[in-house]
């Protein structure tokens, strides 16, 4: 027997929040849902596990409506759902005031984990900061997604024009791989680092 801890069951199924849900008294936050939320099946946490794998990655964007065009339109994530949100609750959350924001999240398949929030506030001031380049450094964050397409993937986002820190290579030479894996870098509208990583295939030897 492990002292302290505790076998918790699976959580209630993941729901978007609704209206009813979020608002506690008149007023405090007002959700508008653009696409209906799916109920999904929520993490089981085993003995002495406090954290669940994470269900999301979440970035913060200048305009909502390009992101799309690269996580939607060329990577092929489809939308889990997509809510505007305004009032107390969502600005105590983010430690704003007055602001409004629009969150969609993003998924690949139909998996709860690994999944991608894409989040606009509106009454923004101020001049974004720029991308920061083709190499990488301190503070930033890459969101990391396998994929057996890469080569095809690689040439539309070339074409599409966004920054690339570095096409497909190979990091180590494996000699049992028939195939070697590779993997590429690339920069999104807001200058947040999208790695691709394809497997490789062993010999069959």
């Known amino acids: 027997m492990k002292w302290g801890c505790l076998v918790v069951a699976a959580l209630p199924a993941f729901e978007a929040p609704t209206m009813a849900q979020v608002t506690d008294k008149p007023g405090d936050t007002e959700v508008v849902s653009r696409i209906a939320p799916t109920q999904r099946p929520g ?3 085993q003995e002495c596990q406090k954290l669940a794998p994470m269900a999301r990655a979440t970035i913060f ?8 065009k690269l996580y939607r339109d060329i990577l092929g994530l489809k ?8 009032g107390k609750g969502i600005n105590a ?5 007055d602001k409004e924001l629009r969150a969609t999240v993003l998924m690949a398949g139909d998996s709860i984990q690994g ?5 606009q506030l ?3 001031k101020g001049t974004p900061p720029p991308a920061k380049g083709t190499d990488t450094r301190i503070g930033d964050v890459a969101v990391v997604f396998p994929t057996n397409d890469i080569w095809n993937l690689t040439k539309k986002i070339q074409d599409a024009g966004y920054e690339m820190i570095s ?20 920069r999104d509208p807001d200058g947040v680092l999208v790695n691709l990583v394809q497997a490789g295939v062993l ?3």
């Open 43 to 45: 993490p089981v946490f």
């Open 93 to 97: 959350i983010m430690g704003t005031e």
């Open 79 to 86: 939308p889990m759902f997509d809510n505007a949100w305004k």
């Open 167 to 186: 096409p497909p290579v190979t990091l180590i030479e494996r000699p049992e791989y028939e195939v070697q894996p590779v993997e590429m870098m690339f």
């Open 61 to 68: 964007v200048r305009d909502i409506e390009e992101s799309l």
């Open 115 to 119: 999944n991608l929030g894409i989040y």
């Open 122 to 124: 509106s009454n923004e």
């Open 203 to 205: 010999n069959k030897k």
